[in-house]
C-alpha cells in the first residue's frame, strides 16, 4: 500500500510545491527560499551571544527546549548590518543537520513563482554572494533571488 | 505475524541466548559437575534446534542436533567432561552465531555445511571417554538433577529459580569432591563460592522483562531531558511568589522529575558485565593459542554504565584484553624461571568514583620494557632523542599509545599490527574518558579507564563572565576561591608575564575567561576576584570569572555544524528562564590559554587541530651538515645549488665570500653556526657543497657538509623541537629530520644580508589558516626585513589589527577565498582599516582575476616572492598601487 502512494505523493508536491516560496528582505533585497524548508517563523527571538564565533553567527536561540544557531543574514549577504531599533525577524529552516535560523529584515508573502520566470544569475555578476544564490525569479516589479540555503549555511567557526 | 517477523523474533531471542551460552561453557569448564549450568547451556542449544527445524534451517539443525547429542550424554554422565569437548561445543556456538549472522543479513543460511565439524561431533558423541589424560569424572548427585529437570519443565518461572538456587546449596559437597584439571586456561571468577554462581545462570525471567527498542528509551531520554528544563524554569519562577500552594506543588514537581529522570537513566544502563561476558571466551581462546596459562579475574561486574557507553567500551576493552593476554603474560615457562606462579593472572575490575566509573585491567605478567619502549619511539621516528631522554618512566609507557606503535618484537596473529592501542585511545577519549597506563617491570601492568556515567545530563556550575552565563561541567571542578583585593593577603602573582596564585604553596597558573573568550569588561573593576579551580587532563588552573552563581542539573545539548569548530565550549544548554548558556570545554579552554601544557603523548588526531604542529604538501632538499644528519629546507625557497672548490673561498673582513658569476657570494657556514665548530668533515674534502638563496638582487651561500635528497611529501612538522637556527622537526623516510629556519640563521651569520631597502617597522599582517605556509610566508617577509604578524582566522586578524595597524594584509592558503570575504566585510567596519591594502597569494595562475573592482588588491603566485617584496616595497613608497608590472604572472587591480 505504501509503495503506491509514495509516487503519488512525490508528484503532488512537485505540483504544489516546487515552485512555492517563502519570501523575505534583507537590506531591500528580495529573497526567496524553498517553502518546505521553513519550519516556523518567529519574531525577535531572545540571542544568546557566542563568544569567537564567526561574526555571521548572532548567537544561539531556544527554539522549545531545542538550541538553534542564528544567522545574521545581513552579514551573510554582505549589506551593511545595524538598523538600530529594528527587531530582526527569524526564519527557522530545516537542514541536513538539525534546523537554522536565519535573522532577516522582514517577511514576505508565500509565492508561487512561474518556471519560466527563472533564470541563473548572470555569468558575469561576480558577486561574493553570488555563490550563495541560486538564481533570479523576474516577477510581476519585482526580481526575487533564490537563496542556496544550503551553501548559505556553509560556515566554517 | 509474517514470516520475517518470526525469523527477527528467533534472531533476537538467539544471539541474547547466545552470548550467555558462551560464559557458561566457559564456566561449565572450571565447574564441570554444575548440572544446572549444564541444564541451562542444554536448553538454550536445544531451543535454537527447534527453532531451526520449524524455520527449514537445515544445516543450522543439524549441527545443533549434535552438539545436543553431546551435551544430552554428558547430562547423564554417559560421557565425561573433557577440555576437547568444550572446544568442540564452543566451536559449535561459532558456527551458530555464524549462521545467525547469515540469517540475519540475507534471510537464508551461509550454505556451509561444516562437514568437518559435524563428523567431529558425531566422532565425539560416538568415543566412550576421549581422552585418559584429560579425562575428569561428571558425577551429578542425585537431587540436583532431579532439580534441574524439575526446572526445565517449569520453564523459568520465578517459584522455579528460587528452588534452584537452594539446589545449588546442597551442590557444594559434590563440587568439592570432583576438581577437573584443565591444561590450557583455567578461568575462575574471585568469588568462587556457590550464591554468586547462581546468581549468574539465573537466566532473564521472562514474565517480569519486557524488551523496549533503544531509540523508544532514547525519546523518553529527551523528553525527561525537557521536563528537567520546564521544572528549572517553574522551580525559579515559584522562588519569586508567596504562593504556598505553588511553592509546595512545584517541590513536588521537582521531587518526582528528579526521580524520573534517574530512573529513566538507569533503564538506560546496563552491569558492564554485559561487556565482559565475553571476555573468559577470549581469553580462553587466546592463552590456548599461545600456549599460555591465564586466569581472568573479573570483580564488579555489576557496576553499571549507560548503553551508549558500553557500546564505547566494548571494543577498546577487548583490544586492551588481547593486549594483555598476549604481550602482558609470559609463557608458563617463562613465568617459572622468574618465579611467579605458572599461570597468569588479568584481572578486571569496575568501580563508581566520584561520577565516573572506573575500569581497571591489571596482568601480573612482565611489565613493559620502558628502554624497549624508548627504543621503539625513537626507532619509528615517533620521538626525537631529546623528547625521549626528558620523559618520565609513565610517560614512556605511555607511548604505547601513539598511533604506528608496537612493542612486540614479533608480530603475531593476535596483535602487534601497529594499530590498536592509539585507537583505542581515540576512542575512550571520544566518549569523555581518560585511559593511563603504568607497569613495573617484570611485575605487570595495570590500564586504567575513566569513563563518565552517562553523557546526556550532568550536573554544572554556573558562572557569569562579561554579562553572559556559562556552565562549568562539575566534574573538571576542583575548587572555588575568593581573593579579597587586599595587600598582604594572597594575591596573583606574576612569572613571566602569566599571572600566578600560590596555592598551598603550589603556583596555579591563572586566567582570566573574559581576556579568552575577548567579552567586554563588565563595568568597574570590583574588589573581590572569583577564581574557579580547574582541573584539565592531570593539570590545573584558575579562571577567573565574575561571578559564581549555583550549580544546576543540566541538559548537554550539542552545537550546530556551523559552531562546531569552537573549541572553548562543549555545547549549551538551556536555563531555568530560558535563555541559552554555553558549556565551557575545560580542556579547549585551558589550551587556548596555554596553560595546559600540549603533552607529548598526544594522539594525532588531538595535534591535527593544534598549532603546535602542521601538516603542508610541500618539496624539500635534505642536506647533512655536522652534528645535524638531516636538515631540510623548503626547495622553493633555494636559487641554486653549488659546488666550490676549497680553494675558492676567500676570507673577507672576517666572513667566507666566495666569486661567483662575477659577483661576491657571501657564504655562512651552517655547521659553524649550529654547532660552533666546522664539521670535521669539511677539512677531508676539497669541494664544498653550497645552496644558494636570492632575492632580488642579494645572493647569501650556506655552506653544508653533503646534499642529500629531494624529497615531496606531506609532512607533520612538529615545532617541539625548536630552537636557533632550527623551527621544528618531522619524519621523512623514516628518519628524523630538522627544519631550517632560514631567517634565524642569516641572521645568527650577521651576514650582508640587510635589505637594500629598509622596510618600515610597520608590520605586515599574514592570515592563513595553514600554519605551515602560513610559516613559509613569513620567513620570505622576515628575510626581506618586514616584521610580522600571524592571523589564523579573521576574528584573529581583526583583533590583530585593532592592537596594531598593518601596512598590509597578506591572505593565503586553501581557505583564502573564504577568508577573503569575511575580511573584507570586516575591514569595511573597521575604522582606519578600510582602505588597508590586500596580498592575495594564489596556489596556481589561473586563480589569478583577470579583473579586480577593489583598488586596495594585489593579486600575486604563490611562490612570486620577489613580487610579494617588491609590492610590499612599492605600498610603502606610493600609497597607490603600482601598475605596470615585469612579472608577468601577477596582475595587479588598477
Known amino acids: 500500500m505504501s509503495e503506491r502512494s509514495q509516487p503519488l505523493s512525490a508528484c503532488d508536491s512537485k505540483l504544489a510545491d516546487i515552485n512555492r516560496y517563502s519570501t523575505f528582505y534583507v537590506d531591500g533585497h528580495f529573497f526567496g527560499i524553498a517553502v518546505l524548508r521553513v519550519q516556523e517563523v518567529l519574531r525577535s527571538p531572545e540571542i544568546t551571544r557566542v563568544p569567537l564565533a564567526p561574526p555571521v553567527i548572532e548567537g544561539l536561540m531556544n527554539l522549545r527546549g531545542q538550541i538553534v544557531t542564528a544567522v545574521d543574514m545581513r552579514r551573510r549577504l554582505n549589506v551593511p548590518t545595524g538598523q538600530l531599533g529594528q527587531a530582526p525577524i527569524s526564519i527557522v529552516v530545516r537542514t541536513n543537520d538539525g534546523v537554522v535560523s536565519l535573522l532577516v529584515d522582514e517577511i514576505g508573502d508565500v509565492l508561487d513563482a512561474p518556471a519560466d520566470a527563472f533564470e541563473r544569475l548572470p555569468e558575469s555578476l561576480t558577486l561574493e554572494e553570488s555563490e550563495i544564490i541560486e538564481g533570479v525569479y523576474k516577477l510581476d516589479g519585482k526580481l526575487m533571488l533564490v537563496l542556496d540555503l544550503d551553501r548559505a549555511l556553509e560556515i566554517a567557526a | 505475524m509474517d514470516d520475517q517477523e518470526i525469523i527477527n523474533e528467533f534472531l533476537i531471542e538467539s544471539n541474547e541466548n547466545l552470548s550467555r551460552l558462551e560464559q557458561e561453557i566457559v564456566d561449565l569448564e572450571k565447574h564441570p559437575d554444575d548440572a544446572l549450568l549444564l541444564g541451562s547451556i542444554f536448553r538454550t542449544i536445544h531451543s535454537i534446534k527447534g527453532a531451526c527445524g520449524f524455520l527449514g534451517f537445515g544445516n543450522l539443525e543439524s549441527v545443533t542436533h549434535l552438539a545436543e547429542n553431546i551435551l544430552s550424554q554428558l547430562r547423564t554422565g554417559e560421557k565425561q567432561l573433557t577440555a576437547e569437548l568444550i572446544s568442540l561445543v564452543l566451536e559449535s556456538t561459532d558456527a551458530i552465531k555464524n549462521e545467525l549472522s547469515s540469517i540475519e543479513k540475507t534471510s537464508q543460511e551461509s550454505g556451509e555445511t561444516y562437514e568437518d565439524l559435524r563428523q567431529r561431533l558425531s566422532a565425539a558423541s560416538v568415543k566412550g571417554t576421549s581422552d585418559g589424560s584429560l579425562a575428569a569424572t561428571v558425577e551429578i548427585t542425585e537431587t540436583v538433577r532431579l532439580e534441574a529437570v524439575e526446572a526445565e519443565t517449569k520453564a523459568a518461572s520465578a517459584p522455579a529459580q528460587a528452588q534452584l538456587q537452594s539446589a545449588t546449596t546442597t551442590a557444594p559437597p559434590s563440587e568439592a569432591i570432583m576438581s577437573v584439571p584443565v591444561q590450557e586456561a583455567l578461568l575462575t571468577s574471585p568469588g568462587e563460592d556457590a550464591d554468586k554462581i547462581t546468581a549468574n545462570k539465573a537466566g532473564p525471567i521472562a514474565d517480569s522483562t519486557i524488551r523496549v527498542d533503544v531509540g523508544h528509551l532514547d525519546k523518553v531520554m529527551n523528553l525527561v531531558g525537557e521536563l528537567v528544563l520546564a521544572r528549572n524554569q517553574i522551580l525559579q519562577y515559584t522562588t519569586q511568589q508567596d504562593d504556598p500552594m505553588l511553592n509546595a506543588t512545584a517541590q513536588r514537581l521537582n521531587l518526582i522529575t528528579s526521580q524520573l529522570q534517574e530512573d529513566v537513566m538507569k533503564a538506560r544502563m546496563q552491569p558492564i558485565g554485559v561487556v565482559w561476558n565475553k571476555l573468559p571466551r577470549v581469553v580462553r581462546d587466546l592463552a590456548s593459542s599461545c600456549g599460555k596459562q591465564i586466569r581472568l579475574e573479573m570483580d564488579g561486574a555489576e557496576t553499571e554504565l549507560d548503553k551508549s557507553i558500553i557500546e564505547a567500551i566494548k571494543d577498546p576493552l577487548t583490544h586492551i584484553i588481547r593486549n594483555c593476554c598476549d604481550h602482558g603474560i609470559e609463557a608458563p615457562a ?170 598551598r604553596g603550589k603556583l596555579l597558573p591563572i586566567v582570566s575567561l573574559r581576556d579568552i573568550l575577548k567579552l567586554p569588561a563588565s563595568g568597574e573593576d570590583s574588589e573581590v576576584l572569583n577564581i574557579v579551580i580547574l582541573q584539565s587532563d592531570e593539570q590545573l588552573f584558575g579562571l577567573i570569572v565574575d561571578s559564581i552563581r549555583d550549580t544546576q542539573e543540566i541538559v548537554v545539548k550539542p552545537l550546530g555544524n556551523q559552531l562546531k569548530g569552537l573549541r572553548p565550549f562543549a555545547g549549551a544548554t538551556i536555563m531555568g528562564d530560558g535563555s541559552v548558556a554555553l558549556i ?298 603600482p601598475t605596470d608590472r615585469d612579472a608577468g604572472s601577477s596582475k595587479v587591480a588598477a
Open chain 2, 334 to 503: 617463562e613465568r617459572t624461571r622468574r618465579g611467579k606462579a605458572a599461570t597468569g593472572t588479568l584481572t578486571l575490575r569496575a568501580y563508581h568514583e566520584g561520577g565516573k566509573v572506573n575500569i581497571e585491567i591489571a596482568d601480573d605478567g612482565g611489565g613493559i620494557d620502558v628502554n624497549r619502549v624508548k627504543r621503539k619511539a625513537l626507532d619509528r621516528g615517533l620521538m626525537n632523542p631529546e623528547q625521549i631522554a626528558k620523559l618520565s618512566d609513565r610517560e614512556a609507557v605511555n607511548l604505547v599509545f601513539l598511533p604506528g606503535f608496537s612493542t612486540a618484537e614479533q608480530v603475531t596473529s593476535i596483535s602487534g599490527r601497529g594499530v590498536g592501542m592509539d585507537v583505542v585511545k581515540t576512542n575512550i577519549e571520544k566518549i569523555g574518558g581518560v585511559v593511563d597506563m603504568s607497569s613495573t617491570t617484570g611485575h605487570g601492568t595495570t590500564i586504567k579507564i575513566k569513563i563518565p556515567l552517562t553523557l546526556a545530563i550532568i550536573p554544572g556550575l554556573i558562572i557569569e563572565s562579561g554579562g553572559e552565563q556559562f556552565v562549568i561541567p562539575q566534574a573538571s571542578l576542583r575548587e572555588l576561591l575568593r581573593l579579597e583585593n587586599n595587600p598582604g593577603s594572597g594575591q596573583i602573582e606574576m612569572v613571566y608575564g602569566t599571572p600566578v596564585y600560590r596555592r
Open chain 2, 584 to 881: 565551557l570545554d575545560v580542556v579547549g579552554l585551558g589550551q587556548i590559554a596555554n596553560v595546559v601544557a600540549d603533552s607529548p603523548l598526544k594522539t594525532r588526531h588531538d595535534a591535527d587541530e593544534r598549532e603546535d604542529a602542521y601538516e603542508d604538501q610541500q618539496t624539500y632538499l635534505l642536506f647533512r651538515s655536522g652534528a645535524h644528519a638531516r636538515v631540510a629546507v623548503p626547495i622553493s625557497i633555494v636559487a641554486r645549488l653549488e659546488e666550490f672548490s676549497r680553494k675558492s673561498v676567500q676570507q673577507s673582513n672576517g666572513s667566507l665570500v666566495v666569486q661567483y658569476r662575477d659577483e661576491i657570494l657571501d657564504l655562512v657556514c651552517l655547521s659553524e653556526l649550529l654547532d660552533g665548530q666546522p664539521s670535521v668533515h669539511e677539512e677531508q674534502n676539497d669541494s664544498l657543497p653550497v645552496i644558494v638563496f636570492s632575492e632580488a638582487n642579494r645572493h647569501v651561500g650556506l655552506i653544508v657538509d653533503q646534499i642529500l635528497d629531494i624529497h615531496s611529501e606531506t609532512l607533520r612538522i612538529s615545532k617541539e623541537g625548536r630552537r636557533a637556527g632550527i623551527s621544528g622537526h618531522a619524519v621523512i623516510d623514516g628518519e628524523i629530520t630538522e627544519f631550517l629556519d632560514l631567517a634565524a640563521v642569516l641572521q645568527l651569520a650577521g651576514t650582508a644580508w640587510a635589505p637594500h631597502l629598509a622596510p618600515s617597522k610597520q608590520p605586515v599582517l599574514l592570515l592563513d589558516d595553514n600554519g605551515f605556509s602560513r610559516g613559509l610566508v613569513r620567513n620570505y617577509l622576515e628575510l626581506a626585513g618586514h616584521p610580522v604578524l600571524e592571523a589564523q582566522d579573521t576574528n584573529d586578524a581583526l583583533q590583530k589589527i585593532a592592537r596594531k595597524l598593518p601596512k598590509a594584509i597578506v591572505l593565503t592558503g586553501k581557505l583564502r577565498s573564504q577568508l577573503h570575504a569575511g575580511l573584507t566585510r570586516i575591514l569595511a567596519e573597521q575604522k582606519g582599516a578600510e582602505s588597508l591594502p590586500l596580498i592575495l597569494l594564489c596556489e596556481r595562475k589561473d586563480e589569478i582575476p583577470e579583473y579586480s573592482e577593489a583598488a586596495s588588491e594585489i593579486w600575486l603566485e604563490r611562490f612570486d616572492r620577489d613580487g610579494l617584496i617588491r609590492s610590499l616595497l612599492h605600498l610603502e613608497k606610493t600609497t597607490s598601487v
